[in-house]
Structures are given as structure tokens and as C-alpha cells.
């Protein structure tokens, strides 16, 4: 089955730079990439999504990017505010709608 | 308002003793799905539904039972629980559509004690 793997575990970074999340999948069948924010003690919600077909995707200050050739996707997070610290979930699916999440990446975002 | 609503919040349980959680979605999705969470291993999924009477298993499906009797509901069952189930448990759902690749509207989540 997929595998998906989430580097790093956790990150912490200054309010106003920049985070990084890298996520590797296994199955090159995957074709449908969304993102999870799961703030504390709440559901997981989707931020943004990619396709197999689309190399990167922006909305406002989160982007995903997309390397389907070496299996992997990023989310990209500018001018980091403390709302957005959470932990926050990669996944990957093919057609037949199972969802395999990465571990997880707990970010704190610093005053 | 859409939204997917789990029962119970909160359940603590003895080894053994058969529970269900609920799960009941008002947005006429197809799909519907539970996964648990455990630290460190995030979310894995346990059983998923594309439509009524239409199940398959997820990564982890041992020790769970589902059904799909009607298209708003997919109760969660736990035949003889044990220690090893405790964890928090969300239901999703989401439209299906060819191609696949669906936004998941997840429930607030089942904290589930197994003693």
C-alpha cells in the first residue's frame, strides 16, 4: 500500500519567516495531495490540495508544490503568524479513495 | 449548517464490551470514512464506504466492523474492545466523483477509553 513520510516531526520558526514541510509517497499511482491543519484539541481541516496534473498551487500565504517524478510535496507557509501554529497532516490517494496521512509535523511559530 | 457529527464525544469502556460510535454526515456525500489517531503515527484509516452497502477495509481494519445502511450514517463498531483500540477516532465524508481526490469534512472526533 502508500506509504507517506513527513519530515520534519516538528518546527519551530520566528512569526514572520518561513516553514517548510516535505512529504514523500511511495505509490506513483497517487494522484490527489491535500494538506491537514489540526489546531489543538480540534478536527483536521484541509488548507489546500494539489493534483497529479498541477506542479504547484498558492493561496495567499500557503503553497503546496509538487514533484511527481521523485515523489514528493511540499507546503510552504510565508510570513508565519501565531495562528498558525498546529500540527499539520500531508496525505496521498489514488482513485480508490484511501487516504494515507504522513505522522505529522507539530509547528510552533514564535513571538 | 453541513456538518458531521460523531456520538459519543467521550467514551470510557471495558475490555469486552461491545460499543458503537456513531456517525452521521447532512451534506449527501457518498463517501464516508474512519480513521484513528494515535501520537506519532497520525491518522490511519480503519474502514471507508463509497456508497450504501458498500464497504472496504482501510489500513487498519482489525478489530472494527462497519455498515452503510443508509447514505447519512456509518456507524463504528467495536465487537469485544480492547486496551490496544484506545485512541481518538474521526469519521469523515466527502462527494464522490470520478477521478477521485474529494475534499474530507472530518467529525469532531471520539475519544475512545479502553480499560
Known amino acids: 500500500g502508500e506509504n507517506v513520510e513527513q519530515h520534519p516531526s516538528t518546527l519551530s520558526v520566528q512569526e514572520g519567516d518561513s516553514a517548510v514541510i516535505k512529504c514523500t509517497y511511495s505509490d506513483s499511482a497517487s494522484n490527489y495531495f491535500p494538506w491537514y491543519k489540526q489546531e489543538l484539541g480540534k478536527r483536521p481541516q484541509l488548507i489546500i490540495d494539489i493534483r497529479s496534473n498541477v506542479g504547484e498551487k498558492k493561496d495567499q500565504r500557503i503553497a503546496v508544490t509538487l514533484n511527481k517524478t521523485a515523489k514528493h510535496f511540499s507546503l510552504h507557509i510565508t510570513e508565519t503568524q501565531p495562528e498558525d501554529s498546529a500540527v499539520y497532516f500531508c496525505?496521498?490517494?489514488?482513485?480508490?479513495?484511501?487516504?494515507?496521512f504522513g505522522a505529522g509535523t507539530t509547528v510552533t511559530v514564535r513571538a | 449548517e453541513a456538518q458531521v457529527t460523531q456520538n459519543p464525544r467521550y467514551l470510557i469502556t471495558v475490555t469486552g464490551k461491545k460499543l458503537t460510535v456513531t456517525c452521521s454526515q447532512n451534506?449527501?456525500?457518498?463517501?464516508m470514512s474512519w480513521y484513528r489517531q494515535d501520537p506519532g503515527l497520525g491518522l490511519r484509516q480503519i474502514y471507508y464506504?463509497?456508497?450504501?452497502?458498500?464497504?472496504d477495509k482501510g489500513d487498519v481494519p482489525e478489530g472494527y466492523k462497519v455498515s452503510r445502511k443508509e447514505k447519512r450514517n456509518f456507524p463504528l463498531i467495536l465487537e469485544s474492545p480492547s486496551p490496544n483500540q484506545t485512541s481518538l477516532y474521526f469519521c469523515a465524508s466527502s462527494h464522490w466523483l470520478a477521478g477521485g481526490g474529494e475534499t474530507q469534512y472530518f467529525g469532531p472526533g471520539t475519544r475512545l477509553l479502553v480499560l
Open positions: 464506504s463509497m456508497n450504501v452497502e458498500v464497504t
Open positions: 451534506m449527501n456525500h457518498e463517501y
Open positions: 496525505a496521498a490517494s489514488k482513485n480508490d479513495y484511501k487516504l494515507s
